[in-house]
């Protein structure tokens, strides 16, 4: 299974939502999983983790991972070639290395980062980028490039995207 996770922050509580997928050329959900929390950090620049890996953590509490799942993150798995780890890169530390972590990110990171993928989708000149930790970046670029969707952000995760709205 996939699960894809975002969380939007309202005024006085954050939104987590994950959105669980067979494959990579799915075009529905299997299950969605929602979870309103406190907010318990402020946004910190360049620790955006410290913000949101508490929501991702909370809501996979509730979720029964087997082996062979993998987890995409809003965001970025790995943030330069010096080791410095996004969001992703924490959740892989916090489930032991033993989950694959994707990171998709709709903007680009300033630093160099050799693990860092741009991905374009459809007819959109604007690529997405992909960073992941646990499994191999080019395959996963592959799958992304073929994610149901004829536009740059995949359906699901443009759904995932809504929901943390609503």
């Known amino acids: 299974m996939i699960y894809a996770f975002d969380t939007y ?11 669980a997928f067979e494959d990579w050329l799915s075009d529905t959900e299997k299950e969605i999983f929602t979870e ?13 983790y410290k913000r949101e890996l508490p929501c991702i953590l909370s809501l996979l509490s ?4 087997q082996e062979n799942d993998i987890i995409i993150v809003d965001g970025f798995v790995t943030l330069n ?12 530390e916090a489930l032991d290395q033993k989950i ?3 990171g998709i990110a709709k903007n680009d990171f300033s630093a160099p980062d050799d693990k860092r993928r ?26 992304l490039e073929k994610m149901h969707g004829n536009y ?3 359906t699901l995760l443009k759904k995932l995207d809504q929901l943390t709205r609503e």
């Open 118 to 143: 741009a991905v374009l989708r459809g007819e959109s000149k604007t690529p997405l980028y992909l960073t992941a930790m646990g499994i191999d970046v080019d395959d996963i670029k592959k799958k």
């Open 100 to 102: 694959p972590i994707i």
């Open 152 to 154: 740059r952000i995949p």
């Open 36 to 48: 309103k929390t406190e907010i318990i950090s402020d946004y910190e620049s360049g620790a955006f």
């Open 62 to 65: 509730k979720i029964k991972l």
């Open 81 to 92: 070639n010096d080791g410095k780890m996004g969001l992703g890169g924490y959740l892989f």
């Open 9 to 19: 922050y309202y005024e006085d509580f954050a939104k987590t939502v994950c959105i």
